[in-house]
């Protein structure tokens, strides 16, 4: 070999070392950046006429398309099934007693106020305090159901929150898109935008489900799980109208992508992942479910106390009634005006009968130990009855029962949704850890890699000096 040669086959692998070992530096400033995938110094030998030159052609990106669209889909179903328990922990804050309990709780006070005033039907304070159980019942109700209705609401605007960020990155992921893919077709370094697109991606996985596509050049094309296009060269419009109510029977509004519904109600492609997916969960579902639960009370409630004519067959509210007037039935519920002392009533028409007129009087004779009606409550109180199915628990049952048994259905669909979220939270991390093993940064590889490097590096500037001080010598000599 020619000093020539030597010089420059010396001065070439300080060059690819130099570039290798900026690679690596780089790695190393990376290694707490999660969305950075791991990269390689490729280095290319020719060999020639006069001798042979190393050279980087490029940095090349450690990918596993398979980990990371695996980190996509776990992720996603975990930030689903996550938003969906918070919700419901939401309505049961820790240290507090079960959703529905109080409501549970005042049914049984109520039943229990009147068994006593049917034991002793001349004690007004008796009768008295069965008026304020029914008041207490029917607060409650009404809380539960304003709690309900707030809920679903929050979960409505989070879901118009989650509709804004799906646009938002949409639109930034078609221009990087558009970068990689004429920067690839020109053959320029591109690892760091697709670095910026894979974060891109997994944020947009965080709120809807999505599958995504690798097209030519390091382009992608992205989909909802549930195979709607979402992005392909250029972003598919997302909408969603937010709702101003949502009471008992009011419906929210669908999630649509390219008008196709895929969250909601009328979803025909609903979406399985992101927060999306269980924000609909809890508005459209389980809050329905709880909602039509305290329906089916307050119905069972005045048609329990409903009374009857004696000597015909006129029915007309009792201790419960309906309010005539705007809203659902449970914003409707009140304790009837007529035996509410507090609303000028008189608390003996429950026990004498008479709330709606002289003829639905049963103690015609003012007999004040008279307690016929009031015993008859107690039974229908008692009596199984028949509640709509969709209220998610068993339709036949007395109302106390059915008011424990909600509370029942709260506490296990929340505990299966904690479960389900410690589960898929688990799945995510052990892919996410599978994933940057694969594709992140080890620093003890790295450091190994650096000093590697520095002894390639010195060794050839060992040679580029040996070779120098020859030159110098045959110069020298020529001289």
């Known amino acids: 070999m020619s000093l020539t040669s030597a010089m420059l086959t010396a001065q070439s692998s300080i060059a690819a070392r130099s570039a290798e070992m900026a690679i690596a530096s780089r790695n190393v400033a ?134 804004d960020n799906i646009n938002n990155i949409l639109s930034d992921l078609e221009g990087v898109n558009n970068k990689i893919v004429s920067g690839s077709a020109a053959g320029k370094d591109v690892n760091a935008l697709m670095d910026q697109r894979d974060e891109m991606l997994k944020v947009l996985s965080e709120e809807i489900g999505i599958e995504v596509l690798d097209q030519d050049n390091n382009g992608v094309a992205v989909y909802t799980d549930s195979g709607i296009t979402l992005f392909e060269k250029s972003p598919r419009e997302v909408s969603f109208d937010t709702s101003l109510s949502l009471g008992s029977g009011e419906v929210g509004k669908n999630v649509l992508v390219d008008g196709i519904a895929v969250a909601g109600p009328g979803a025909t492609a609903p979406v399985s992942g992101g927060a999306i997916a269980g ?39 009792g201790l419960f009634t309906f309010v005539v007037g705007a809203g659902d039935l ?31 009087k049963h103690n015609t004779d003012d007999n004040a130990g008279y307690s016929d009606l009031l015993k008859s409550y107690e039974t229908a109180f008692n009596q199984e009855r028949t509640f709509d199915p969709v209220s998610g628990v068993n339709p036949t049952s007395t109302l106390k029962d059915f008011a424990a048994n909600t509370v029942s259905w709260f506490s296990a669909e929340r505990k299966m949704a904690t479960e389900s979220s410690t589960l898929d939270a688990s799945a995510f991390n052990s892919n996410a850890q599978m994933l940057s093993n694969k594709t992140g940064v080890n620093i003890d590889t790295e450091m190994q890699r650096l000093l590697t490097i520095e002894t390639a590096y010195s060794a050839s500037a060992r040679l580029m000096t040996a070779v120098d001080r020859m030159f110098q010598e045959l110069l020298g000599a020529v001289r």
């Open 330 to 360: 449970v914003s409707r519920l009140e304790v009837n005006s007529a035996v509410d002392p507090a609303k000028g009533g008189d608390v003996k028409l429950l026990r004498d009968g008479g709330i709606n007129g002289a003829t639905y």
């Open 30 to 163: 990376n290694v707490n950046n999660p969305s950075y995938a791991r990269q390689e110094a490729v280095v290319q030998n020719i060999v020639t006429d006069t001798g042979s030159v190393v050279y980087v052609s490029h940095a090349s990106r450690m990918v596993n398309q398979a980990a990371f669209k695996a980190t996509l889909k776990s992720g996603s179903a975990a930030i689903a099934s996550g938003s969906y328990a918070n919700m419901l922990d939401q309505l049961n804050p820790s240290g507090q007693v079960p959703f529905g309990m109080s409501v549970a709780s005042s049914i049984g006070s109520l039943n229990e106020a009147l068994v006593a005033y049917g034991n002793d039907p001349s004690n007004q304070v008796l009768g008295q305090s069965a008026i304020n159980s029914a008041n207490a019942v029917v607060n409650d109700i009404k809380q539960s159901a304003e709690s309900l209705k707030s809920t679903r609401l929050e979960a409505d605007a989070a879901m118009g929150r989650a509709v």
């Open 279 to 317: 924000y609909a969960k809890v508005r459209d579902d389980a809050l329905v479910t709880m909602q039509t639960q305290l329906d089916e009370t307050a119905k069972a409630l005045v048609d329990i106390f409903q009374e009857h004519e004696p000597a015909a067959a006129g029915v007309g509210d």
